[in-house]
């Protein structure tokens, strides 16, 4: 797609799931590139890409890439690493490399440094839904969400300033920070509160017959809960420690609640929730 505002003469998306698919519909609808091209080892699923508007051209070689002046790579999170270490063979100096991986520090750990004179950036866009795959990617569930980017001392600055207008541009909001922060941050609102949901679920599939006077809140846990395993068993193995310290953190609070409801001292703590949970809808 052309268009007079084309950042990017080529664009390369590779791994054209949910995310990676929403990306690369959102570079072509704001006339990023010229050209957005797909790279999937899954040849129909890169044709797809093409099909659903997520790209121009299709392709399963990474070579395709090389001639690319920015490369998001939106496979699973425990490719990413040797997906990068393989572009890295092909793509030229002055190239963006992007992950958009969940979990940061070891990921830009074990490539920035192999990177250069390849640019390469950490992201994460905090953004998705419960499906999977390219069918489930829209555009429009990036509208208003942050985007992580995660240099260190080692990253491009300039790199960072052109991957935080990509961001603008379609329409997210950059945020930066190191990587170690994200790991530690992500785990208390994202992935701590996924588990909480698997253990509401689990706990209330002890007694089958409430699933059928569910409402709301508990319908909003079982969607949390409905998202892909092999996902979150990877963000949970590779963000350990911040993720295990996130759950003391939830228990803790937990057993703030259960003393407060029976010492008849709850409201506290709710007034305090209330409050926490408009400044966040004020921050949106």
């Known amino acids: 797609m052309s268009g007079r505002r084309a950042r990017f003469g080529h664009a390369a998306v590779v791994g054209t799931g949910l995310i990676g698919g929403a990306l690369g519909m959102a570079l072509r609808r704001g006339g990023l590139a010229r050209r957005v091209t797909a790279v999937d080892r899954d040849p129909t699923a890169a044709v797809r890409a093409v099909e659903r508007g997520a790209a121009d051209a299709a392709t399963s070689d990474l070579r395709e890439a090389a001639d690319a002046q920015i490369v998001f790579v939106a496979v699973p999170l425990e490719q990413i690493v040797a997906v990068c270490k393989a572009l890295l063979s092909y793509l030229p100096a002055g190239t963006i490399l992007t992950d958009v991986g969940s979990v940061k520090a070891p990921i830009v750990a074990s490539v920035e440094r192999l990177a250069p004179p390849v640019r390469f950036v950490g992201g994460h866009p905090m953004a998705g839904s419960e499906g999977a795959g390219i069918e489930a990617a829209d555009p429009d569930f990036l509208r208003g969400r942050p985007y992580v980017l995660?240099?260190?001392?080692?990253?491009?600055?300039?790199?960072?300033?052109?991957?935080?207008?990509?961001?603008?541009?379609?329409?997210?909001?950059?945020?930066?920070?190191?990587?170690?922060?994200?790991?530690?941050?992500?785990?208390?609102?994202?992935?701590?509160?996924?588990?909480?949901?698997?253990?509401?679920?689990?706990?209330?599939?002890?007694?089958?017959?409430?699933?059928?006077?569910?409402?709301?809140?508990?319908?909003?846990?079982?969607?949390?809960?409905?998202?892909?395993?092999?996902?979150?068993?990877?963000?949970?193995?590779?963000?350990?420690?911040?993720?295990?310290?996130?759950?003391?953190?939830?228990?803790?609070?937990?057993?703030?609640?259960?003393?407060?409801?029976?010492?008849?001292?709850?409201?506290?703590?709710?007034?305090?929730?209330?409050?926490?949970?408009?400044?966040?809808e004020r921050n949106r």
């Open 150 to 280: 995660t240099p260190t001392g080692f990253t491009d600055r300039q790199a960072v300033s052109e991957l935080a207008e990509v961001v603008r541009a379609i329409g997210m909001t950059p945020v930066v920070m190191q990587p170690e922060v994200h790991d530690r941050l992500a785990a208390l609102i994202s992935h701590a509160p996924y588990l909480v949901a698997c253990a509401v679920v689990l706990s209330a599939g002890d007694e089958p017959e409430s699933f059928r006077m569910a409402g709301p809140a508990f319908e909003d846990l079982s969607r949390m809960a409905r998202n892909p395993v092999a996902m979150w068993d990877a963000i949970t193995r590779m963000n350990r420690d911040e993720v295990v310290r996130a759950l003391r953190g939830v228990r803790a609070r937990l057993d703030e609640i259960e003393d407060g409801i029976a010492q008849d001292a709850l409201r506290p703590l709710l007034e305090r929730a209330h409050h926490l949970g408009r400044t966040v």
